[in-house]
């Protein structure tokens, strides 16, 4: 029988050298040179200056969790004793995904002659030559897919454009290596920002992403940085990626889906005022507060939502009934996980009735990216990634969107996905193979934590937690099975195989090793 990490590496098809390379603890030293984006020297030198003849910079952003880190490490980039730049949060329902010629207008009458794009310029090619026409400057520092024709923009920071990086890379992880350049040194809590906008834009971990991911959770691990850990309200064991992608982003998020007035500007000053211990103090109960609305509004709109539903239709359409634009994609997401089919959902557009905005998601085989081209002769604006994207179109198209959305969905059908799963026995839930495991993190997009399957174990060895909610069963003093929220159906076999993952439980000083169960198959 081979031994437990013998069976991680045929999982990952790595070999024992491959295994200590990814393993090894990383230092600052190991952190790509910001010499290998061109012009990145040139941009940084343009903005130093700026800076020191007062010119008035304004950084425009974006709402989502890399939008907010990317300005936040910009700010404090650029921010000294005697220098204070603007910035600005565009509201979702109002001003939209990137910078808009009104609000071009509005900065340029507020004095404003510099503006640096982050997440988002890179196809704003008809904004950016007002800008131009107007005397003003623009910078963009952005990472999504350019158009035929770039921006005329003063300077373009972009990983790949930019010859920095052969995968995708966070605006904020471009941010951060801006900071290098302009700074001169590694500032540590920045680079835990870019962690956190690698990690919630679900950036590929590997090559660059993965050394800012890994490094930014030890030095997050390390300061300990107080506004970052209210957000976690993690009282034992250490901060992780999952920390991170689970609690920290969902929150950011949820301010850019719903707060819709001045207190938006908030959650760039929480970033960027991290040592007012009494400001973040305060502000952390409203995030948080903010994030437990949104969970609520989304949980009563999935109750109050008709959704469009044919056995015979490969779609799943939702015309929404009083649903804020912020949270469209989350009901998309719940409604594409309950039918398993591509669903978009609609609403009338703020500012004209005549118009349905909204969002779309779908999984590996139908590529959204693709379909929306395709779809693009009947839409007013589009864009997204491969499973998820926006969209908007007239009223009097909706027939033909449907039709032809319809159509393509049932050409290209989703594709399952065969979970893999390695095979492990009771006695291998222990701290030692979980440390095993762990040396491997950071995990995700692309590099996913494995998946483990128990064969043949006997239901009624299984035992309830004292609510009934959650099975919750001692195999030994240092380790446990454990089945939140359990399908009540488990004890209908005698036997069932148990899927799920290793993970640690820390409890005053005690840790125990656990594995946590995500489904179940009869044997």
Same mark, same amino acid.
């Given at each position: 029988?081979?031994?437990?990490?013998?069976?991680?590496?045929?999982?990952?098809?790595?070999?024992?050298?491959?295994?200590?390379?990814?393993?090894?603890?990383?230092?600052?030293?190991?952190?790509?040179?910001?010499?290998?984006?061109?012009?990145?020297?040139?941009?940084?030198?343009?903005?130093?200056?700026?800076?020191?003849?007062?010119?008035?910079?304004?950084?425009?952003?974006?709402?989502?969790?890399?939008?907010?880190?990317?300005?936040?490490?910009?700010?404090?980039?650029?921010?000294?004793?005697?220098?204070?730049?603007?910035?600005?949060?565009?509201?979702?329902?109002?001003?939209?995904?990137?910078?808009?010629?009104?609000?071009?207008?509005?900065?340029?009458?507020?004095?404003?002659?510099?503006?640096?794009?982050?997440?988002?310029?890179?196809?704003?090619?008809?904004?950016?030559?007002?800008?131009?026409?107007?005397?003003?400057?623009?910078?963009?520092?952005?990472?999504?897919?350019?158009?035929?024709?770039?921006?005329?923009?003063?300077?373009?920071?972009?990983?790949?454009?930019?010859?920095?990086?052969?995968?995708?890379?966070?605006?904020?992880?471009?941010?951060?290596?801006?900071?290098?350049?302009?700074?001169?040194?590694?500032?540590?809590?920045?680079?835990?920002?870019?962690?956190?906008?690698?990690?919630?834009?679900?950036?590929?971990?590997?090559?660059?992403?993965?050394?800012?991911?890994?490094?930014?959770?030890?030095?997050?691990?390390?300061?300990?940085?107080?506004?970052?850990?209210?957000?976690?309200?993690?009282?034992?064991?250490?901060?992780?990626?999952? !920390? %991170?992608?689970? =609690?920290?982003?969902?929150?950011? *998020? +949820?301010? @850019?889906?719903?707060? &819709?007035? $001045?207190?938006?500007?908030?959650?760039?000053?929480?970033?960027?005022?991290?040592?007012?211990?009494?400001?973040?103090?305060?502000?952390?109960?409203?995030?948080?507060?903010?994030?437990?609305?949104?969970?609520?509004?989304?949980?009563?709109?999935?109750?109050?939502?008709?959704?469009?539903?044919?056995?015979?239709?490969?779609?799943?359409?939702?015309?929404?009934?009083?649903?804020?634009?912020?949270?469209?994609?989350?009901?998309?997401?719940?409604?594409?996980?309950?039918?398993?089919?591509?669903?978009?959902?609609?609403?009338?557009?703020?500012?004209?009735?005549?118009?349905?905005?909204?969002?779309?998601?779908?999984?590996?085989?139908?590529?959204?990216?693709?379909?929306?081209?395709?779809?693009? !002769? %009947?839409?007013? =604006?589009?864009?997204?990634?491969? *499973? +998820?994207? @926006?969209?908007?179109? &007239?009223? $009097?198209?909706?027939?033909?969107?449907?039709?032809?959305?319809?159509?393509?969905?049932?050409?290209?059908?989703?594709?399952?996905?065969?979970?893999?799963?390695?095979?492990?026995?009771?006695?291998?839930?222990?701290?030692?193979?979980?440390?095993?495991?762990?040396?491997?993190?950071?995990?995700?997009?692309?590099?996913?934590?494995?998946?483990?399957?128990?064969?043949?174990?006997?239901?009624?060895?299984?035992?309830?937690?004292?609510?009934?909610?959650?099975?919750?069963?001692?195999?030994?003093?240092?380790?446990?099975?454990?089945?939140?929220?359990?399908?009540?159906?488990?004890?209908?076999?005698?036997?069932?195989?148990?899927?799920?993952?290793?993970?640690?439980?820390?409890?005053?000083?005690?840790?125990?090793?656990?594995?946590?169960?995500?489904?179940?198959?009869?044997?």
């Amino acid at each position: 029988m081979k031994d437990f990490k013998s069976k991680i590496l045929d999982y990952y098809s790595l070999t024992d050298k491959e295994y200590d390379d990814l393993a090894k603890e990383l230092s600052i030293n190991d952190l790509p040179d910001f010499l290998g984006y061109d012009n990145i020297e040139v941009c940084a030198n343009y903005l130093r200056e700026k800076v020191r003849s007062k010119a008035k910079i304004l950084i425009y952003g974006d709402y989502d969790c890399d939008g907010i880190m990317s300005t936040s490490i910009i700010y404090l980039t650029l921010k000294t004793n005697d220098f204070t730049p603007g910035f600005y949060i565009p509201y979702r329902e109002t001003d939209g995904y990137g910078l808009t010629k009104n609000n071009i207008d509005r900065f340029y009458n507020l004095g404003y002659r510099v503006l640096v794009l982050v997440d988002n310029g890179i196809t704003l090619v008809d904004e950016v030559e007002y800008a131009n026409s107007l005397g003003m400057e623009v910078v963009i520092m952005d990472h999504h897919t350019r158009e035929d024709v770039l921006p005329n923009a003063k300077f373009i920071l972009h990983p790949i454009i930019s010859n920095f990086s052969k995968i995708n890379m966070s605006a904020g992880s471009l941010a951060f290596f801006f900071s290098e350049a302009y700074l001169g040194f590694t500032d540590e809590y920045l680079l835990v920002l870019g962690m956190i906008s690698t990690i919630s834009d679900l950036m590929p971990l590997n090559d660059k992403n993965r050394i800012i991911a890994k490094l930014g959770i030890a030095s997050l691990n390390k300061n300990k940085y107080k506004n970052i850990c209210l957000l976690i309200k993690k009282e034992y064991g250490p901060i992780t990626e999952r !920390d %991170i992608s689970m =609690t920290v982003a969902p929150k950011i *998020n +949820a301010i @850019g889906r719903i707060v &819709n007035d $001045s207190h938006l500007f908030d959650i760039v000053r929480y970033f960027v005022n991290f040592s007012d211990t009494e400001f973040i103090s305060k502000t952390s109960l409203w995030i948080n507060n903010v994030n437990l609305s949104r969970k609520q509004m989304v949980s009563d709109l999935i109750k109050d939502n008709e959704k469009i539903d044919d056995s015979n239709n490969s779609i799943i359409i939702v015309l929404g009934n009083d649903v804020k634009e912020g949270l469209t994609g989350l009901l998309a997401s719940r409604f594409m996980d309950e039918f398993n089919k591509p669903t978009v959902v609609l609403i009338e557009e703020h500012n004209n009735p005549n118009i349905y905005k909204g969002s779309l998601r779908s999984r590996n085989g139908f590529n959204i990216n693709i379909i929306l081209d395709d779809l693009k !002769d %009947i839409l007013l =604006t589009y864009g997204g990634h491969e *499973n +998820a994207g @926006g969209l908007s179109l &007239n009223k $009097s198209d909706y027939s033909v969107f449907k039709e032809r959305f319809e159509k393509a969905a049932s050409k290209h059908p989703f594709v399952e996905v065969n979970e893999k799963y390695i095979n492990i026995n009771l006695s291998e839930i222990t701290k030692e193979n979980y440390d095993v495991i762990d040396k491997l993190s950071p995990f995700g997009q692309g590099f996913q934590a494995p998946n483990f399957e128990i064969k043949e174990v006997k239901t009624n060895f299984l035992q309830k937690s004292r609510d009934g909610k959650h099975l919750i069963t001692k195999i030994n003093p240092n380790s446990s099975i454990v089945y939140f929220n359990y399908d009540k159906t488990i004890f209908d076999y005698e036997f069932v195989n148990l899927v799920g993952q290793l993970s640690l439980n820390y409890y005053r000083g005690y840790i125990n090793a656990q594995f946590i169960v995500s489904m179940f198959s009869k044997k």
